[in-house]
């Protein structure tokens, strides 16, 4: 999928990003460890965030561009209708309101069944998701420099308290069986 | 001025006067009550409410009937007003109905699964209907995604149904042409689950705004306008408005299976899909099944409903289709005069 913006295409907006991080990217070994480890790594999470506004940005670009030729087709649907039917002229009246829904639902209902909606609907969204990661990654990062419990962390708890439901559950079960016996 | 002027300016005048009374009306119509039928709670835990309704006439059933709803929006779609009420009509016609009422999950019921919902929940509420009425059986009666659910349940604990009565089931998904499940086949679930949780409600309406989005989505706003003076066409559209957009999350690793394993992979149909370390196959269930469908239905294709009749052993097996939507078959007046009459005359020979 290409951008609009032909000026500058994907590869080389990526391969900006790249030297960006490569010119920031200051040395981490030996004694410069301590000082430089944290700093890269923000600086490769902005980087990682950047790439992903842009991957965003041509998704969007792709699923905008369906709805403008949905609504381009809506528009050509009513013009032929309307001229089909002289009694359409007053644009007040009941029956153009109903041409004009009409035209309309034809045109986004047949986008929305569609499977290249679908996957241009769903890559937006995916990088939205990414975006979101990317922020938890480092608010993750942050929680464990503070000595609080992450997410993920979190998460394993909450996985074992289920399962741990679901066992008491059972023995519960068994226990009342074995009481009306 | 003109004669042809001055009615322009009447008529216009005429309808901003609606329009304003529109907009105060939605601004405040939030309030509406709805589930009204009188009722008692059973039971309550987290994630659920064993709801009892009181029956206004005497009983004729033997066997009790536990509804179970769906994951998506709130279950007083079922009980939407006295003369829309499924619920209500069933009571009516003498039977002793259970609505289980699902409840939010929160963050902390992130890993729920269907096998949570239909081995732990449904089997604990069918076992306090049993209890309750001394009765070895029920009827189970699913609407939507809780008729899947129920169609899951019997093929596990056959033993304790009586009746399987499900509409607008969602079965054989590979024959779902809805725009959901057009959706559903692509959406990365996994990264959703692991990125949010569980699946947020504005996700829903994203997809609820999408299904008729001219012909619902902005064509009822007009008729609302033109029958604001209407008082019984203003109190159902605020009901209805009130339902659709009244949605809980649903929980993270329960939504993971849905579309995974029901909508990309078909398993609920091809007999393979697992609640927990059993094997869900709807050739077991061969007790007595109303399979209702609505040939007009855009979120469950009735194509996608049909295949249940074929899926099951049931000897005893009706399909009846009905010409209204996924709404209109349980809460109109189409479905008070032409659905749930047929609904009790099945469920009356066969529940006692």
Known sequence: ?181 | MTTQDKNTQKRNSVDFSKVAKTLELLSRGNHISVGDTPNDIVSETRLYRLLHYRSPVKRVSHTPILVVYALVNRSYILDLQQNKSWIRHLLMQGFDIYLLDWKSPTRMDKYVTFDDYVNCYIDDCVEIVQNSNSADKITLHGYCMGSSMSAMYTTLHQEKIRNLVTIAPVIDTSKDTSVIANISRQMDIDKLVSSIGNLPPEKLYEVYSILKPFKQGVNKYFNLIANIDNESFVQNFLRIEKWLYDTPPIAGETIRQWINDIYKKNLLFKNQFQLGKASVDLKKINVPLLNIVAEEDHLVSPECSVPLNEAVSSEDRRLIRFHTGHVGLIASSYSQNNVLPKVGQWLKTRSN
């Open chain 1, 1 to 181: 999928m290409e951008d609009d913006n032909k000026g500058l295409n994907d590869s080389k907006k990526y391969d900006i990003f790249e030297k960006w991080y490569r010119l920031q990217n200051f040395p981490n070994l030996g004694v410069f460890t301590a000082f430089n480890k944290n700093y890269n790594e923000y600086l490769e999470d902005l980087v990682s965030l950047n790439k992903i506004l842009m991957e965003f940005q041509k998704y969007s670009s792709n699923y905008w561009s369906q709805m403008s030729k949905a609504h381009f087709q809506a528009i050509g649907n009513l013009i032929q209708k309307s001229k089909s039917d002289p009694n359409l002229n007053d644009t007040n009246s009941e029956k153009f309101r109903l041409l004009v829904i009409d035209a309309f639902e034809e045109a986004y209902s047949s986008l929305f069944s569609s499977k290249e909606f679908a996957i241009a609907y769903d890559q937006v969204y995916s990088k939205q998701l990414d975006f979101v990661n990317y922020i938890n990654k480092i608010v993750e990062k942050n929680l464990t420099l503070l000595n609080i419990p992450t997410r993920s962390e979190l998460d394993e708890v909450l996985k074992d308290l289920q399962e741990m439901k679901k066992t008491l559950r059972i023995i519960k079960k068994g226990y009342e069986k074995v009481e009306i016996e």
